[in-house]
């Protein structure tokens, strides 16, 4: 559903491509809104603010990502792969030669002034940390290449705000474009966004929203502290910016969530809007976390709009019978009136 942009330099390296790819303003009111919204039953832990405002996304990786190794001609004119079979991809490289590595400009310059034959490195694998060598391997024009791509940013749609500032959003992890792999991240930020255009959707051809970010303190918003297969989750510390006027919900439990008239919120038009739908399956135990149920879109408004589902509605709350019971995942490629969703439930609990 995310659609992400990368920038891609050549700089002098190793040879292998990689990647690097106030808290919740609770205020008394609010808090009194709530408590007279639901019965004396209800815990105040049962409740969030539903979403379907857009932010904006930048996310840090924890090292830098691997995508593939790539074959070179030395200045002897022979074609060498000195990471072959040693590094992988989807693997985090840490450190180099006893330097830690958090970024790609500290990778740089550590390979940038090293000029030994063989490098140490420190790379991240699936959880498990281990220690390699390589060769270092000289460019017939005298250099040594690599292949770097910046922070993971983009697009998504906020899903709920509980009573402690924690947010979820997207309902789906955000991945590695290359290499498919859950990007392994250090932290993220939150930032202000507005939909400028919307591209439709077709079958085929999903169609996407953009928006206009500007990446300074002044549009920070909140801290991504997650990312899962569930969704990224963190905290919100402008609350008053985005859930201004914003009415709290029951959270649903799974087995609440049935077949049949739904409504999602969410901003193609710059504005908060709700829009009906209809879940058409419901799985309680999918094997795909948020894949749990099937979604169709039925708003006329909505289809004439965007087609139905496009990228960036990734995260759009699902409420029936006036509860959250999920969120807005995936779009069927070849009919985008259709998609998938997670529970919030779901989402809830990948957060803790």
Aim: include cysteine; hydrophobic fraction near 35%.
């Amino acid at each position: 559903m995310k659609k992400y942009w990368y920038r891609r330099i050549l700089i002098m390296a190793l040879v292998f491509f990689v990647s690097v790819g106030g808290s919740y303003l609770l205020i008394e009111q609010k808090k009194d809104a709530m408590r007279r919204e639901v019965s004396a039953q209800t815990s105040e832990e049962d409740l969030v603010i539903p979403g379907g405002m857009p932010v904006g996304i930048y996310m840090k990786t924890k090292g830098v990502m691997v995508l593939d190794t790539q074959k070179i001609k030395g200045e002897d004119g022979a074609e060498y792969e000195p990471a072959l079979h040693i590094v992988k991809a989807g693997d985090y490289i840490t450190g180099f030669n006893g330097k830690d590595i958090n970024t790609k400009n500290e990778l740089v310059e550590a390979v940038s002034s090293f000029s030994e034959q063989k490098a140490k490195l420190d790379i991240c694998r699936k959880g498990e940390t281990i220690h390699v060598k390589m060769d270092m391997i000289q460019c017939e024009d005298g250099t040594k290449k690599l292949w770097v791509r910046d922070n993971a940013q983009g697009l998504g749609t906020i899903t709920y705000l509980d009573s402690d500032s924690h947010f979820g959003a997207l309902g789906h992890g955000i991945h590695d474009i290359d290499t498919g792999e859950l990007l392994n991240i250090s932290d993220g930020t939150l930032y202000l966004t507005s939909v400028k255009e919307i591209q439709k959707g077709v079958n085929g051809t999903p169609g996407g929203m953009e928006g206009i970010i500007v990446y300074n303190n002044y549009n920070v918003l909140g801290k991504i502290k997650k990312n899962t297969e569930a969704g990224i989750f963190g905290t919100i510390d402008r609350v008053d910016v985005l859930f201004a006027n914003q009415t709290p919900v029951q959270l649903a439990k799974k087995e609440e969530v049935e077949e049949g008239p739904a409504i999602i919120r969410c901003a193609v038009d710059g504005e908060i809007k709700e829009y009906d739908i209809l879940i058409t399956q419901v799985n309680l135990w999918s094997g795909e976390v948020n894949k749990s149920m099937t979604i169709e879109v039925t708003d006329p408004s909505l289809l004439d709009e965007t087609g139905g589902i496009i990228q960036g509605m990734s995260g759009s709350p699902i409420l029936q019978n006036g509860k959250l019971i999920g969120a807005v995942t995936h779009v069927f490629v070849n009919n985008p009136t259709k998609g998938y969703g997670i529970f919030a439930e779901s989402m809830i609990n990948e957060s803790e």
